[in-house]
Each structure stands twice: as structure tokens, then as C-alpha cells.
């Protein structure tokens, strides 16, 4: 007897995610991954360091293409209800409200697609910058800057 296969009994082996960011939305992605670059410390401990992480490492900035994170876990299989978390940093492009984020799950004999909408909300901060002049003549008239801050949550 032959009974259908769910994608809850389903065992993806050897797969990877990739996350296409909406170009038009964002000035930039981060994959938040640093080489440790201390002059001070040993650079043998700092080698090793480097190395150690490398080999933990699972997200990557894709080197073929634009605002493209790549997530390629270390453990390899995905069974049934597992997950797996990752973290990346995106810069959102002035007055944007959501970001669009085309996904691929890839792997030998599987793939799937999608869409995320991500929901851009700024908050903002009121700060005051009082600059002292020298001479009358050099006073000028109250200006408003916006700029980002970028605050991780």
C-alpha cells in the first residue's frame, strides 16, 4: 500500500536558505559576521579565534549576488518539526514601511518558495544640540535633522 508523503514526514538533507532582499527597500544587509582583528593580542590566538568561528559560521553575504543572505546550517538535516534561528541585519531605505524578502529552501531532491514581509516601524528620539557661538553674526536658525539609529532588538 502506498500512502502520500507530507511535508511533516519529510527528512531535507543538505539544504540552504536564501534570502533575496527587495533592492528598492534597503540600503544594506549584514550578515553579522567579524573576522577578530586585535593588534594587542596574540595573532596566533587571534588566527585561532578566526578560525573557530569560520567553522561555526552559517549565514554568508552571497558573493555572486546583491542583498542576498545565504544560511547554510551545520547540521545538515531538517526533520519534521525541527527549526533553526539565525540573525542577520538589514538597513531600511528612508520612508520605507515594509521590506519584501524572496526565500529558497534548496536541497538534493527538494525546494520551496516564498515571500516575507517584513514591517519596517522607526522610532524616534528627540535630541537637542545647543552649539555656543562666539559673535551674534553667527547664530543661525533652528534646523531638524533626521537621522538613522540603529537599535537591535
Not at 52 to 57: C, D, I, L, T, V
Not at 70 to 83: A, C, M, W
Request: charged share 30%; glycine share 2%; hydrophobic share 40%.
Amino acid at each position: 500500500m502506498i500512502f502520500p508523503v507530507s511535508y511533516e514526514d519529510t527528512v531535507i538533507e543538505d539544504y540552504k536558505l536564501e534570502l533575496i532582499f527587495d533592492a528598492d527597500s534597503i540600503l544594506a544587509i549584514d550578515d553579522k559576521f567579524h573576522y577578530v582583528n586585535n593588534v594587542f593580542m596574540n595573532q596566533a590566538a587571534v588566527a585561532q579565534i578566526n578560525a573557530s568561528n569560520e567553522a561555526k559560521r552559517e549565514v554568508f553575504e552571497s558573493s555572486e549576488y546583491r542583498n542576498v543572505i545565504i544560511f547554510k546550517p551545520i547540521e545538515k538535516n531538517l526533520v519534521q518539526t525541527d527549526h533553526r534561528t539565525f540573525s542577520v541585519g538589514v538597513k531600511p531605505k528612508d520612508g520605507v514601511s515594509e521590506i519584501k524578502i524572496s526565500w529558497v529552501v534548496k536541497s538534493h531532491d527538494y525546494q520551496k518558495t516564498g515571500t516575507l514581509l517584513l514591517k519596517v516601524n522607526p522610532l524616534y528620539e528627540d535630541k537637542k544640540v545647543n552649539i555656543e557661538v562666539e559673535n551674534e553674526s553667527e547664530l543661525k536658525e533652528p534646523e531638524v535633522v533626521i537621522e538613522p539609529k540603529i537599535v537591535e532588538e
